[in-house]
């Protein structure tokens, strides 16, 4: 399927919601999705802050009602005038994911976006946690300035991903996984995992949406058939899966256009696209995988033709090549997922990938699939 290029005024109306998104996440105390408000007692006035944070079990609205401090206090007046700017901010940023929506790039459902931005202000990215799967998928239209076909962002579940060393040394915590999750769907509930009888690395609501965190290995699969503790996930371990390690080494920030745009960490999208081959040919226990695995090399494809369109072949040959690099069991996975593909994104490959061909002494003119055939041989 041939891309279209998004026009260049939403090309530059992505990157400033980015920016603005990213600046605003620092604030997480009073975030502009709420509002300041005077209560008197016993005689005097105090400032209050409240937002709306999810729903209760009965289907009321669960509002947050911090206090903030009394009326007067130099301060405290001086943050609720500064908080008149970033409700501004917020109001722009509303302004630029509507604008965004209308260009044609996705948005999640409302659950996922709520999920995303709960997770967000639990402190989830502050401490290096990326969000990988479809979800990240969506946030690369507006990175590369293209429309991604919507086919493949369909999802049901949302994925995020740690750093194991990172989460060892960041010394930081999020806010408890599981009761954030609840503030947004009380029937979120931990799935037990048959890896580990102490802890959990899922979660899922009363619709079998799941929230999975994954981590990376650091040893062969056979050491680690349990799951992981993660000391910066409050309440929650974590897979760890050996190919995690080379997909959120070095994330990107981008923005899910949710409300006023969430600021997200995500991998590049080269390491994303090269990724999705290695894990493709990995998908083969049942139907469910192969399904998996048909989204996968679309969500490849895409990328590779996004990448190619934005200039950024040696971007993509370098993801290749490191992952290449990594042995001939990575060798053999990325032969079987690009083998997968169709022959022009299978072109686009070899063409972005062929001065590392050449400096291995592969032919530049063969097919990739061929050339790592001929490599494994």
Not at 195 to 211: I, M, W
Not at 249 to 257: A, E, G, N, Y
Not at 320 to 339: D, F, I, K, V
């Amino acid at each position: 399927m041939q891309l279209r290029a998004l026009g260049r005024v939403d090309q530059l109306a992505f990157t400033e919601l980015v920016d603005m998104a990213r600046d605003a996440a620092f604030d997480r105390d009073y975030p502009a999705s709420g509002s300041f408000h005077k209560r008197t007692r016993a005689g005097r006035d105090y400032w209050y802050y409240q937002r709306h944070v999810g729903m209760n079990e009965d289907g009321s609205r669960q509002i947050d009602t911090r206090y903030v401090g009394k009326v007067g206090d130099a301060e405290v007046e001086r943050r609720i005038a500064a908080f008149g700017e970033i409700k501004e901010t917020h109001r722009i940023r509303r302004r630029l994911v509507s604008q965004l929506r209308g260009a044609g790039l996705p948005t999640p459902l409302k659950l996922e976006g709520d999920l995303i931005e709960a997770l967000a202000q639990a402190g989830l990215f502050r401490v290096n946690g990326v969000l990988i799967g479809s979800m990240a998928y969506q946030t690369y239209g507006g990175m590369l300035g293209v429309r991604l076909p919507s086919a493949a962002l369909a999802t049901q579940d949302a994925d995020f991903a740690q750093d194991h060393g990172i989460s060892l040394h960041v010394d930081d915590q999020t806010d408890d996984i599981i009761e954030t999750l609840q503030r947004v769907d009380p029937s979120f509930r931990p799935v037990p995992s048959l890896r580990d009888p102490l802890r959990t690395n899922a979660f899922a609501n009363g619709t079998r949406f799941k929230v999975e965190f994954l981590t990376s290995s650091r040893g062969s699969d056979e050491q680690h058939s349990g799951l992981t503790r993660l000391p910066a996930i409050a309440g929650s371990g974590a897979v760890p899966l050996r190919t995690i390690d080379f997909l959120i080494r070095d994330p990107i920030t981008s923005v899910v256009l949710h409300g006023a745009g969430v600021s997200v960490l995500v991998p590049t999208p080269e390491r994303y696209g090269v990724h999705k081959l290695i894990v493709a040919s990995q998908r083969t226990s049942s139907a469910e995988s192969a399904a998996k695995a048909v989204k996968d090399i679309t969500q490849a494809e895409d990328l590779i033709a996004a990448l190619t369109i934005a200039g950024r072949q040696f971007d993509l040959s370098e993801a290749w090549a490191e992952a290449w690099e990594r042995g001939p069991s990575w060798r053999e996975n990325l032969a079987q997922g690009a083998m997968r593909m169709k022959p022009d994104s299978r072109l686009a490959l070899r063409d972005a990938v062929a001065t590392f061909s050449e400096d291995h002494g592969l032919a530049k003119d063969r097919d990739p699939v061929e050339t790592l055939k001929l490599a494994l041989a």
